[in-house]
T-cell receptor, first 108, second 112 residues
């Protein structure tokens, strides 16, 4: 089955800085890569996704890049704000399989 | 529009007691349904998924079981809870041909 590794487990940045979270996957047949944001005590919610026929996708301050050859994809958040503080999960495959999460802390 | 419900929202159970968590989806037919567990400060562990009534796939062998008695109902059960079963249980759904997964509000289970 699919195996997804996510790094770092914790990321602390100052407001206004950029944040990058990286994931690798094992199954070359995976063709869909969503990212979820989970605020404390709440359910995960999709924030952006990318399909395997696209190398990059952007939505305002959030972007995702995909390198199918290397089997890794990344989440980029620019101009971070305190409300970006949450746990972020990457996932791969249709079932899907999730990474272990990154706790992002944005200091005002 | 589609909605997903989980019941109960919180639960405190003694070790060795049974468990039944319910998930229902409204506004869609033949959804794919999923049960995840999230231990404190940990990731999302897929427990079961179902592509149809009475079609259940188990991802992790343990003392939990799942059933899908109706198209839009997914139930997670245990005959005897362990301390390690404590966590945040999330149900999720997506359309059979779709990609985006939507999560329910979750059930927070504490086993004492």
């Amino acid at each position: 089955g699919e195996n997804v590794e996510q790094h770092p487990s914790t990321l602390s940045v100052q407001e206004g800085d950029s944040a990058v979270i990286k994931c690798t996957y094992s199954d070359s047949a995976s063709n869909y890569f969503p990212w979820y944001k989970q605020e404390l005590g709440k359910r995960p919610q999709l924030i952006i996704d990318i399909r395997s026929n696209v190398g990059e996708k952007k939505d305002q301050r959030i972007a995702v890049t995909l390198n199918k050859t290397a089997k890794h994809f990344s989440l980029h958040i620019t101009e971070t704000q305190p409300e970006d503080s949450a746990v972020y999960f990457c996932a791969a495959s249709r079932i899907p399989t999730f990474g272990r999460g990154t706790s992002l802390i944005v200091h005002p | 529009s589609q909605t997903i419900h989980q019941w109960p929202a919180t639960l405190v159970q003694p070790v060795g007691s049974p468990l039944s968590l319910e998930c229902t989806v409204e506004g869609t037919s033949n959804p794919n349904l999923y049960w995840y567990r999230q231990a404190a400060g940990r990731g999302l562990q897929l427990l079961f998924y179902s592509i149809g009534i009475d079609q259940i796939s188990s991802e992790v062998p343990q003392n939990l079981s799942a059933s899908r008695p109706q198209d839009r109902q997914f139930i997670l059960s245990s005959k005897k809870l362990l301390l390690s079963d404590s966590g945040f249980y999330l149900c999720a759904w997506k359309t059979s041909g779709g990609r985006i997964q939507f999560f329910g509000p979750g059930t927070r289970l504490t086993v004492l």
